[in-house]
């Protein structure tokens, strides 16, 4: 798998993080969860990943939802 075609959605929780994994499927926008990368956060926990493509009409469906975001980074 080549993760640099992708982008990582950090947010405060795992319930958040569900919320907007259904979101997205529900905007038609591919994602899944998985860890947080280390090298972005120390603690546990889940973010949603996306192909870089689809950041953008993600972070905008995301925010039509109101799901909160702690940050977006390309992996």
């Known amino acids: 798998m080549d993760s640099a ?17 259904k979101v997205l499927h529900m905007a038609g926008i591919s994602s899944k969860l998985i860890p947080v990368p280390r090298q972005l956060s120390s603690d546990c ?6 192909a870089r493509a689809d950041r953008e009409a993600a972070l ?3 925010a039509a939802h109101t799901v909160e975001m702690e940050g ?3 992996v």
Do not use: K, M, P, Q
């Not at 075609?5 to 994994?21: G, K, N, P, Q, W």
């Not at 926990?45 to 996306?50: E, I, L, Q, S």
């Open 5 to 21: 075609r992708y982008a990582v959605i950090l947010v405060h929780s795992t319930s958040h993080a569900i919320r907007a994994e």
């Open 60 to 62: 905008a469906a995301l």
């Open 45 to 50: 926990g889940v973010c949603v990943r996306v």
């Open 72 to 74: 977006v980074y390309d």
